[in-house]
């Protein structure tokens, strides 16, 4: 009788066979969630990995707690009016299919809007329209097509769930095992039947059999046990059609074992359980390593503790105070300035707020609120200054996931991460063919040693070491920039510094800093109440221009701005009252006829009457001529300011002859530029100070904001630079482009152990329990090459 497998999970249908649309189905469960794909156009996942489900389990009244809006408020990770966002663990998730039906939810309900999975965490990010589906059903839904999160008490309080010992309990039954295989397997490795004449050790050969038996008795929990994760990998890895790493590790383990098997019942010999042990027992000794090393270069790299966003606190003595943002407590008051991120979930205190929720949800609706309301981390204040209240300490790893949101993400995956993957599926191919020609060969000429090639070759030829190579290179480097004030984005973006071959420079709080700028005042004298009016709109403003003169204007008392709107690349305007000012450029305040050409200027017209304007002298950030003439000599470059040709002649003393200069450059220009030299085959670097180069920011290959202790985060940036580390700016590029040659490098390396490995294992001189000593031992190498290195180029940069 034929055997029925479930369509949906793969389990056999006995002893209950459901059919439906001409297939079967292991129970109704996996037919409801049939159905549900194929109502909704989603039968697509099928064909992805056949047989790819989990069989939904009975759940009725499991969630119930979920009805609970403490219990809710708890969970998810951002709570505002319709909309709801929670992070769940789900154990299920282990495939492509997996990924791709998650991120589809919206096609199974529309209330779901996005669904992002983070595979290595198994953990999937649900957006969701709270008014029209609850996070119980959310929950039901993911269980229904057979993906039920897991939640406890723990997530309350974000801690880490229980660490995952099933590898130790492994490691510790084949370390076990292979230590008394190895024991009872002394007589085999002398000559003892030379004895058995002269009637030594004539016990020894009388228990030889039982020996051998308890050699196979220890090596099945070895096989089925500790070393079945690679027989399920290799399983699912053939059931979807892909030839992974695991598929001659799982091959040359049931080979052994079967061939060990046949010997000692037929009596043949006593078969390679000594080897069939230890090698289950040092693959995973080298697994354990890796997890470790692995776990080791996540905490390293947590380039979150050193994320550079600061916050203007408001002191008891009504003082602001910059302040970083790991140092805000609860209860503490906070100044969110226009286009400032929120670094904290709070209460507002100010009147009301808009707030751009884009950076949490994706949707770039803002949100209006009004005093008392809630408001949460990762919004953006649009309209003027606010003042909130902390409620909880910052979250870094929050902010820097939202930095990292996929909505944001531009494909701009590195070569050497497609040069990595396309290795590893050509690698175990090759494997596979060259253990099939060897054993060939020696079953011909010497049968005896035709086990131990084939063996061998599948052990020894792993592609561990070159998987390795690039994450913990790009991780490492990742940390390291971080401790020296670069902060990436993500590993990808050290591909792309690499190979850039064009920088392009905003000038204004770029090359320029805000702390050493003075002004002075030409034009009518401001009345008291246009002073003030002066300082409180400045105070909303993040621009460069703005802070600096704020902070040269003498203290005003903070008034409520009735009315705020900024315009990029143009200037500010605030109202109170009856009271309406405007600062900017001359042409944005009214002003057409002006001698600005030589200076950087900041005009005020107040009710529409042109009052003045405050002349800036300009100081550039030290060593500016030096960085500019290093990287002249293998990039080229270019000025792009928004301002006009005041600084020009300072600047062409300054910088390189050649560097061409371009002003009056507004925001769209600056994009519009930096596409022009894409379309060349440029590979783009745009430095900016993250405000008006949004766009250009963006648009770059690797897109730099400059910070200066300004909470101005953009998700158009790929990188954060720290005001006192600019002179370094060449070097980290120079540290990216020699991170790719150490992968390059642990390439070679990596092929260089595999060739002379397998010359070792085809030619029958190495046994398989040292070839799978040698494995783990070949990544530990990579690892250690690529971490010292790195460190190196590490010590090299101030």
């Known amino acids: 009788m034929a055997k029925h497998e479930c ?57 119930d707690f979920l009805e609970s809006d403490a219990i809710v408020e708890k969970l998810t990770e951002f709570n505002d009016e319709d909309l709801q966002i929670v992070n769940l663990y789900i154990p299920h998730i282990h495939c492509s299919s ?74 510790g039954v084949a370390g076990f095992a292979f230590g008394n295989v190895m024991f009872l397997s002394f007589p085999e490795y002398f000559d003892l039947s030379s004895n058995h004449a002269s009637g030594g050790e004539y016990w020894l050969n009388q228990y030889e059999s039982v020996f051998r038996w308890l050699m196979f008795a220890f090596s099945i929990p070895v096989v089925f046990y500790a070393g079945s994760g690679y027989f399920i990998a290799a399983y699912k890895g053939l059931r979807a059609h892909l030839l992974n790493i695991d598929v001659p590790i799982a091959l040359g383990i049931l ?35 890796q997890q470790k090393t692995y776990s080791f270069l996540s905490f390293e790299r947590d380039y979150k503790s050193y994320f550079p966003i600061a916050v203007t606190r408001i002191t008891s003595e009504g003082k602001e105070k910059t302040t970083q943002v790991n140092e805000i407590k609860q209860g503490d008051r906070l100044l969110i300035r226009n286009e400032e991120l929120i670094p904290v979930d709070g209460i507002l205190m100010s009147d009301s707020a808009r707030i751009d929720y884009s950076f949490v949800t994706g949707e770039s609706e803002p949100v209006r609120k009004r005093s008392g309301d809630k408001v949460f981390a990762g919004g953006k204040q649009l309209q003027g200054a606010i003042e909130m209240e902390a409620l909880k300490s910052v979250s870094q790893s929050y902010l820097t996931q939202l930095w990292s949101n996929s909505v944001f993400q531009t494909d701009k995956a590195g070569k050497f991460q497609t040069l990595t993957d396309s290795i590893g599926k050509r690698f175990t191919l090759a494997v596979l063919s060259i253990a099939a020609v060897a054993t060939s060969y020696w079953l011909y000429h010497d049968p005896a040693k035709a086990m131990n090639v084939f063996t061998a070759v599948l052990i020894i030829a792993c592609p561990c070491a070159i998987a390795l190579a690039a994450p913990f290179t790009l991780g490492n480097m990742l940390r390291i920039f971080g401790r020296k004030k670069f902060y990436l984005k993500d590993t990808r973006t050290i591909e792309q510094l690499a190979q850039i071959d064009t920088a392009i420079f905003d000038k204004t709080g770029t090359i320029t800093t805000a702390k050493k700028s003075t002004a002075t005042y030409e034009g009518m004298p401001l009345t008291a109440e246009e002073e003030s009016l002066l300082k409180n709109t400045l105070r909303a403003s993040n621009h460069p221009l703005s802070r600096s003169l704020y902070d040269m204007l003498s203290k005003q008392n903070i008034s409520t701005l009735d009315e705020y709107e900024e315009h990029l690349g143009k200037g500010v305007e605030g109202t109170i009252g009856k009271e309406h000012m405007k600062i900017g450029s001359a042409e944005f ?25 405050y002349v800036f002298h300009n100081h550039y950030r030290k060593g500016v001529s030096d960085v500019f003439r290093t990287m002249s000599k293998n990039l080229d470059l270019a000025i792009l300011s928004g301002d006009n040709e005041g600084e020009k002649t300072r600047l062409e003393e300054l910088l390189p002859k050649l560097v061409p200069l371009y002003f009056n450059q507004k925001p769209e220009d600056k994009l519009t530029f930096i596409e022009s030299l894409q379309t060349q085959g440029k590979k783009v670097l745009m430095v900016g100070d993250g405000l008006n180069d949004a766009g250009a920011l963006a648009q770059a290959e690797v897109g730099i904001a400059i910070s200066e202790n300004v909470n101005v985060f953009s998700p158009a940036c790929d990188g954060i630079l720290d005001a006192s580390k600019f002179q ?49 031992l070949s990544s530990i190498s990579v690892v250690l090459f690529t971490t010292v290195l790195t460190n190196l180029i590490g010590k090299k940069l101030t």
Not at 35 to 60: H, M, R, V, W
Not at 258 to 279: A, C, K, M
Not at 589 to 613: A, E, F, P
Request: aromatic share 14%.
């Open 255 to 289: 080979v052994l074992f079967l061939r060990s098997t046949v010997e000692i019942i037929f009596d043949w010999g006593p078969g390679f359980f000594d080897s069939l042990t230890g090698l289950v027992f040092f693959l995973l000794l080298g697994k354990f390593f």
């Open 7 to 63: 369509y949906h999970c793969g389990d056999d249908c006995y002893p209950v066979r459901v059919e439906f649309d001409d297939k079967n189905f292991c129970c109704n469960g996996c037919k409801t969630v049939y159905e549900i794909f194929s109502s909704n156009d989603l039968t697509y996942y099928y064909d992805l990995q056949t047989a790819a489900g989990a069989s939904p389990k009975a759940i009725e009244g499991k969630y």
């Open 728 to 776: 370094q700016l060449y070097s980290y590029l120079l540290a990216s482009r020699k991170a790719m040659k150490i992968i390059k490098l642990s390439f070679v390396l990596s092929l260089l152990y595999n060739v002379i490995g397998l010359y070792f294992a085809v030619t029958g001189q190495l046994q398989p329990v040292i070839a799978a000593i040698l494995m783990p």
């Open 98 to 171: 997996c990924i791709w039906v998650l991120e589809n939810l919206n096609k199974l309900n529309p209330n779901i809007s996005l669904a992002q999975v983070d595979f290595p965490k198994k953990t999937v990010r649900v957006t969701y329209n709270s008014s029209q589906i609850s996070l119980k059903e959310v929950v039901l839904l993911l269980a229904r097509i057979g993906y039920e999160p897991y939640i406890s008490l723990d997530d309350f309080d974000n801690k880490k769930k229980g660490a995952d010992r099933s590898l130790i309990y492994k490691l």
């Open 589 to 613: 305040v009214g002003q057409q006829h002006t001698n600005d050409s030589l200076n950087t200027s900041v005009h005020i017209s107040s009710n529409d009457t042109y009052k003045g304007r």
